[in-house]
């Protein structure tokens, strides 16, 4: 299992490519490790189960707390919500267009069309913080965030 987190998303962003651009390059980086399991991915798409490979793939988005004064909880709980959900659709698509480029034929509804990969978008609101409470808009920024979850398989 790969489990790559990106945090640092700011008040009310929730563009995954913006977010992964602010992450470091190079070998061993989150972002180097995403770019491998995209095109490992990529790979298990195009062999379409030739070779008994499989993935599944997770991407669970998160919120800080809404603390604004005069704002209801379940007019909290609806902004968390919705912006845990639209960070991980966001990452979500930037992952369905990244596979997409890596792949020799040309499938562009990978993620209905095969087989061998099962995918699951999941929202959390401010159900799970990094940093409860937070102290600050740094520890904010910690916490809202995308995280992407990979399994892959084969079979004998």
């Known amino acids: 299992m790969i489990s790559l987190e990106f945090a640092g998303y700011l008040a009310g962003e929730v563009d995954f490519a913006t977010v992964r651009g602010r992450h470091p390059t190079g070998p061993g980086t989150v972002r ?18 030739a070779f008994g490979q499989f993935a599944a793939m997770t991407v669970v988005g998160f919120s800080d707390r809404v603390d604004t004064q005069g ?16 960070r991980a659709s966001s990452a979500w698509q930037w992952l369905q267009q990244e596979v997409l480029g890596n792949l020799m034929t040309p499938r562009p509804d990978w ?6 990969v099962t995918w699951f978008v999941v929202p ?22 995308v995280k ?9």
């Open 71 to 86: 704002v209801s909880c379940d007019q909290r709980r609806a902004k968390e919500s919705s912006a845990s959900y639209d």
């Open 148 to 156: 992407f979850v990979f399994s892959f398989f084969e079979t004998p």
């Open 111 to 116: 993620w209905n069309s095969s087989g061998v």
């Open 32 to 49: 180097d490790q995403l770019d491998d399991a995209v095109q490992r991915l990529a790979t298990t798409v195009e062999a379409n189960g």
């Open 124 to 145: 959390t609101g401010a159900a799970i913080l990094a940093h409860d409470p937070p102290n600050g808009e740094a520890e904010r920024r910690l916490n809202r965030r």
